[in-house]
């Protein structure tokens, strides 16, 4: 059985698409952006490359910090069921975004072991064939995160690229599946809302495109939460 669905009531899409604020590094961050309207935050958890990678004592401190209604993403590269359930354990968060793709039993263990823990699966959009890698993995999870990383380099890029994918591929996968579906890879104040209009996703998620020098822009954030309303 699923964990509690995403959308509120019998919405399956906001009038204002939700945001969320990923690779937030502390408390200060996540603070900022609750105030300007994070429907979530994301916090990274060990990569094989990108930014946001934060510790786990630092995770715990967040998740622990943010208050009522605001979703807290825990993002993972581990394809093993034990490993997820026992970062989810010691995190405390409410959501876990599977960076990679997991084997074929995680998804069923990880039900099993965590209950109300929603699955939030992303999908590397590198080509067309990221259409029939989502509708298998929207069988299985509560929604699904489409991003601009590729799995299949020596060094798996699995988020944080900064690049921009194909959005009309994005777009006929929000078409076909029927989970949610949050729209990643690339994402700023200046192109968010052409985004939104091409994809009309569930959500959006940013992280480099909120930063300077490597720490939140609230100036960028004020501006990307102008052009969302813009939508």
């Known amino acids: 059985m699923r964990a ?21 590094a502390n408390v200060a961050e996540a603070m900022v952006a609750v105030r300007h309207g994070a429907w979530a935050i994301g916090l990274v958890s060990a990569m094989p490359s990108g930014p946001g990678v934060i510790s786990e004592e630092s995770i715990v401190k967040i998740a622990a910090s943010v208050p009522s209604g605001v ?24 959501t876990i975004q599977l960076c990679d793709r997991p084997a074929p039993s995680v998804m069923s263990e990880l039900r099993d072991a965590l209950p109300g823990i929603r699955l939030v699966q992303v999908i590397h959009v590198v080509d067309e064939s990221a259409i029939a890698e989502a509708r298998h993995a929207a069988s299985t999870a509560d929604a699904l995160l489409l991003d601009s990383g590729d799995p299949r380099q020596a060094i798996k890029e699995l988020g944080g690229t900064g690049r921009v994918h194909d959005w009309s591929i994005s777009r006929k996968i929000r078409e076909i599946v029927d989970v949610p579906v949050f729209l ?26 909120l930063r300077t020098g490597g720490h939140l822009d609230e100036d960028k954030l004020e501006r990307f939460v102008r052009s969302l309303a813009s939508t």
């Not at 509690?4 to 604020?21: A, H, N, Q, Y």
């Not at 979703?71 to 409410?94: C, K, M, P, Y």
Request: a negative charge; charged letters at 25%; aromatic letters at 4%.
């Open 4 to 24: 509690e669905s995403l959308v509120d009531g019998d919405r399956t899409s906001p009038v204002l698409p939700r945001f969320k604020v990923c690779c937030i």
């Open 71 to 94: 979703a807290t993403f825990l993002l993972t590269s581990s394809r093993d069921a034990g490993e997820i359930i026992a970062q989810q354990h010691r995190s405390g968060v409410d």
């Open 184 to 209: 990643a890879g690339g994402l700023t104040p200046e192109n968010v809302a052409e985004a939104v209009r091409e994809v009309s996703p569930f959500g959006v998620d940013v992280c480099s495109g």
